[in-house]
Nanobody, 118 residues
Framework: QVRPVESGGGSVQAGGSLRLSCAASGIIFSINGMGWYCQAPGKQRALVARITGGITDYADSVKGRFTISRDNAKNTVYLQMTSLKTEDTAVYYC?????????????WGQGTQVTVSS
């Protein structure tokens, strides 16, 4: 069973930085993509950033402020968040997409809270 586990969330003032990490255990097939999604109260879960191979994709709202990176040897994905804004406050979820050679499966972490205060 693939199990992504996030860490690194917390509370920070606007303009500050946080680094999220997500380590995926139980991987027996190849990982296709890894990414971060966020969900604020009353809103749907939305893409923050994703990395597939060496290709990265970011939500417009975080471009230039957040950086996603991946350590393939450790099955770990990171999200460096800088210049944080109050609107970045949300629960951040790690997503791991596993490719079996036949089908693709998505696995989600339990989420980590990020709170940005003014």
């Amino acid at each position: 069973q693939v199990r992504p586990v996030e860490s690194g969330g917390g509370s920070v003032q606007a303009g500050g930085s946080l680094r999220l990490s997500c380590a995926a255990s139980g991987i027996i097939f190849s990982i296709n993509g890894m990414g971060w999604y966020c969900q604020a109260p009353g809103k749907q879960r939305a893409l923050v950033a994703r990395i597939t191979g060496g290709i990265t994709d970011y939500a417009d709202s975080v471009k230039g402020r957040f950086t996603i990176s991946r350590d393939n040897a450790k099955n770990t994905v990171y999200l460096q968040m800088t210049s944080l804004k109050t609107e970045d406050t949300a629960v951040y979820y790690c997503n791991v997409q596993v490719w079996t050679g036949v089908m693709s499966y998505d696995y989600w972490g339990q989420g980590t809270q990020v709170t940005v205060s003014s």
